[in-house]
């Protein structure tokens, strides 16, 4: 199965600190306590190095004394050091777990809100596997770094600082001979990070799509059982893990060189001091003691050394899932008013004015005049007009560039009251259309008016809350079946109101449900039938009774009998309100006052049923079964 990609940018112009100072705001509130571990972890870490200390004072003091009591006290000491080292290093813990934990919880709510406000364009374009494994693999990661490696690559460069300070003062030429490894090791880590970016970028865009694919799978159940595509879904499966492996083992080969080196280099050093140590020491220019504690420390310091490969690794697994994390972030929310589409062209021949042949309910106001009746907000009247489309065009955002639009030249007058089906072969653009009414997308030419308001200038907010919805796939959320239906109305329908919706919907199986309306639905309401969500979408759309309905095809899943019940309940709803229906059927039809018929993407004829099929053989081929335009 193919999965689609998140439009992912290649690693590269960003270095990995620079990702990784895009984290300060969310870190910032737990500053303090993350600066207090990390002074805490390195008065830790250095604790440990006062043990070769307390050493080189045992060896050449109680022990070649031959002092019990001094080396009992030694032991004692090296005890109590022992002890400060744990305690300090869990306290360390202590101080990082909660607001870690907060900062991740405060990052996936950021996501999660951000996703809800990005343009649905954007949903289209990304993969919901990608977007949940930003929101889970790589938000662990983050918390993992910022608890981790961010602070013991502070921490360990400090105790490797403090400790060559050490071997220096101990004794300078051994110190020096560790230290000639160094620089061979800044220039390869510098080498590999680079290619260890790119491996580890594309290692977690794959788990992306193996996401994905679980997820298709999941959902998909019943149809690849049912087309027996259990295979080809497993292969496509495998396919990818195959692929997934085979990174993260480039990355473990990566990881072994970056291992190799960053523990060769320093034994070498410390067996080359050793032996030069050895020497001094033979030759008297060197107690033992120093040499015992010099290899200590040496000793003490191959953890923070080794530990720096994968450190650095890790911070580079934090640094993409940082660019990961904002490249949903940096997408652009919905803007409150839509940006000023392209200035509407003249209308063409045979738009609106020519087609509107029919005297149907709702006369149409006189141009220019805009009649002052109709529902009355609080006091004061308001203009009523109806639903409008001013010569509308609209292309997909991500269209390529030169394709023809799919809604051109759209101008349609749906009057107050008035309900409008709309007709068309598959693909003509009539979901698309609806979808512009309660600014789902934005219009790229002309412009949409309720009652006469553009709808580009008003609140999003304020749109959706006047226009209702019902799609053609009824989406059901893991919630109560009440629950469900008033979110139709913002959640402040009464029960009255609820049951009226249900009975609009003849949806009153819900009340032979186990707990009424009080019923979980289940993942997507995958636990009731088809027509069963349908009902209740459609119970979703005109509870709170909507100014504006937009339905899209809202019987096609029901039997004849229910919607013939459904559809003489909706005939009560649609009187008190202005509808536009995407109909594929005759007696959906039936429902409208008027008919407008979509051919390629632009209004070919408005009119009543019986004029349609009476005039357009397009209208009357559609209404005899055809449904390939
Ligand atoms: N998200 C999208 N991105 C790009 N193109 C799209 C998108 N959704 C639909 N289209 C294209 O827009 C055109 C109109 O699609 P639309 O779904 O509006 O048709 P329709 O008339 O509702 O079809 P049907 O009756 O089959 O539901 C089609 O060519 C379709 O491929």
Same mark, same amino acid.
């Given at each position: ?190 080498? #590999? %990070? ?22 298709? $799978? ?22 990818? $893990? ?45 107690? =033992?003691?120093?040499?015992?504690? #010099? ?93 409008? #489309? ?40 009539? =979901?698309?259309? =609806? ?36 799609? %053609? ?6 919630? $109560? ?7 139709? $109305? ?6 009255? %109101? ?10 009153? #199986? ?120």
């Amino acid at each position: 199965m193919p999965t689609t990609h998140a439009p992912a940018k290649e690693p590269g112009g960003r270095s990995a600190v620079r990702t990784l100072r895009r984290l300060w705001p969310y870190v910032r509130p737990v500053r303090t306590r993350l600066f207090t571990a990390g002074v805490v972890a390195i008065v830790a870490s250095c604790t440990g190095l006062v043990f070769p200390l307390v050493l080189k004072w045992m060896v050449d003091g109680p022990v070649a004394d031959r002092d019990t009591g001094g080396v009992w006290l030694g032991a004692l000491l090296l005890l109590g050091l022992g002890v400060a080292e744990a305690l300090l290093f869990g306290f360390r813990r202590w101080l990082v777990a909660r607001p870690l934990a907060g900062v991740e919880a405060a990052m996936r709510a950021h996501l999660f809100r951000h996703l809800q406000r990005v343009p649905v364009a954007f949903h289209d374009r990304w993969a919901s596997g990608q977007l949940l494994s930003r929101g889970t693999t790589d938000l662990m990661l983050l918390r993992m770094f910022l608890a981790f490696p961010l602070t013991f690559l502070v921490v360990n460069g400090a105790t490797i600082l403090v400790g060559m300070a050490i071997l220096l003062a101990q004794e300078w030429t051994l110190g020096l001979v560790l230290l000639a490894p160094v620089v061979p090791m800044v220039v390869f880590l510098a080498y #590999f %990070e680079g290619r260890y970016a790119a491996v580890s970028r594309r290692a977690q865009d794959q788990v992306g799509d193996l996401t994905t694919v679980v997820e298709e $799978s999941v959902l998909g159940i019943r149809i690849i059982k049912g087309f027996g595509r259990h295979r080809s879904q497993a292969l496509a499966f495998r396919e990818l $893990s195959r692929t997934l492996r085979g990174t993260e083992l480039a990355k473990a080969r990566l990881l072994a060189a970056i291992y190799a080196v960053i523990m060769t280099l320093p034994e070498l050093a410390i067996g080359a001091a050793l032996v030069l140590g050895s020497v001094q020491v033979a030759d008297g220019d060197l107690s =033992t003691g120093t040499l015992v504690a #010099f290899l200590s420390t040496a000793l003490a310091l191959r953890w923070p050394v080794e530990s720096i490969g994968f450190l650095l690794a890790m911070s580079q697994e934090a640094a993409t899932a940082t660019e990961r994390y904002f490249e949903v972030l940096d997408a652009e929310p919905e803007a409150e008013s839509a940006p000023a589409p392209a200035p509407a062209p003249a209308p063409e021949h045979g738009t609106e004015s020519v087609r509107s042949t029919d005297p149907a309910p709702g006369a149409e106001a006189a141009p220019g005049a805009e009649p002052l009746r109709g529902p009355v907000r609080g006091q004061t009247p308001v203009p009523v007009d109806g639903i409008r #489309f001013h010569a509308v065009q609209f292309r997909y955002p991500d269209a390529p560039d030169h394709s023809p639009a799919v809604l051109e030249h759209i101008d349609l007058h749906i009057r107050t009251g008035e309900t409008m089906a709309l007709v068309g072969a598959t693909g003509s653009g009539k =979901t698309t259309l =609806t979808a512009l009414v309660p600014r789902l997308h934005e219009v790229t030419r002309g412009r949409i008016t309720l009652d006469g308001e553009n709808i580009a200038a008003m609140p999003r907010e304020r749109v959706r809350s006047l226009v209702s919805m019902a799609f %053609e796939e009824p989406t059901l959320f893991s919630a $109560s079946v009440g629950e469900n239906v008033l979110m139709g $109305s913002g959640g402040t329908a009464s029960g009255d %109101e609820l049951d009226r919706a249900l009975a609009v919907a003849q949806a009153e #199986f819900v009340h032979a449900l186990p707990q009424g309306a009080d019923t979980q639905v289940g993942e997507q309401g995958l636990s009731l039938s088809g027509g069963q969500r349908q009902r209740l979408a459609l119970a979703r759309a005109v509870v709170g009774t909507p100014r504006f309905l937009v339905l899209d095809d809202p019987l096609s899943a029901l039997d004849v009998h229910t919607e013939a019940l459904v559809e003489a309940a909706l005939r009560r709803v649609l009187k008190d309100t202005t509808a536009l229906v995407v109909a594929h059927r005759p007696s959906t039809v039936l429902l409208a006052d008027r008919v407008a018929l979509l051919s390629g993407g632009r209004v070919a004829a408005v009119g009543t049923h019986q004029e349609l099929l009476r005039d357009n053989a397009e209208y009357a081929w559609l209404m005899s079964g055809g449904t390939e335009g």
